[in-house]
């Protein structure tokens, strides 16, 4: 069961405070990831994990976005193009994870579509932080509200994504990671 976004002494947390805490997580995943490739660092072990937990944590935190967040916001906000542009950048992320997750460490263009990935999060995260939290701030939302909502799905997301594979699945998965690796070419 995973504790992310929920503070240690048991108060709560609004949602803002949550989506942060997911944004510092996933940015110290993509500097993890530069710091091997700027040291020319060849553990494509590390790398397949780093880039195995950014991509669970971008899908988990898009999820709830997705599915609670935006919804809530959109309702209350009257900026169908910022919430829009959101959607379109939440896609785009969708897109380059499908791609990395029939890629592997060594792959043409596996290290240039992590660091697309990161530079387009980078984007995301800023202008979500900057204007859309300013939005959610300004809003008569109830943070502390949808913020336990947000928890609370998290949470269900994560056990639901980390329940063991159905009988029908043959292949374990490599190391513990989220996704089962491709067989060798």
Request: proline share 5%; glycine share 4%; charged share 35%.
């Amino acid at each position: 069961m995973s504790t992310h976004g929920k503070p240690k002494s048991g108060a709560a947390i609004d949602a803002l405070e949550l989506l942060k805490a997911d944004h510092e997580k996933v940015k110290s995943l993509f500097l993890a990831f530069e710091s091997l490739r700027e040291n020319d660092n060849d553990d494509d072990e590390r790398k397949f994990e780093l880039v195995d937990e950014i991509c669970y944590e971008l899908t988990l935190h898009s999820m709830i976005e997705e599915e609670i967040f935006y919804p809530m916001l959109r309702s209350v906000i009257d900026d169908d193009d910022l919430m829009d542009e959101a959607d379109v950048e939440h896609a785009g992320m969708r897109d380059l994870i499908s791609q990395l997750e029939v890629m592997y460490p060594g792959d043409d263009h596996f290290d240039a579509t992590v660091a697309v990935l990161g530079e387009e999060m980078a984007h995301h995260i800023d202008k979500e932080e900057r204007d859309i939290f300013d939005v959610a701030l300004e809003s008569l939302l109830n943070l502390e509200e949808l913020g336990e909502r947000l928890a609370a799905r998290k949470e269900e997301l994560d056990d639901d994504l980390t329940a063991p594979p159905t009988p029908i699945d043959a292949m374990e998965p490599h190391n513990n990671a989220h996704r089962t690796p491709r067989p060798p070419d």
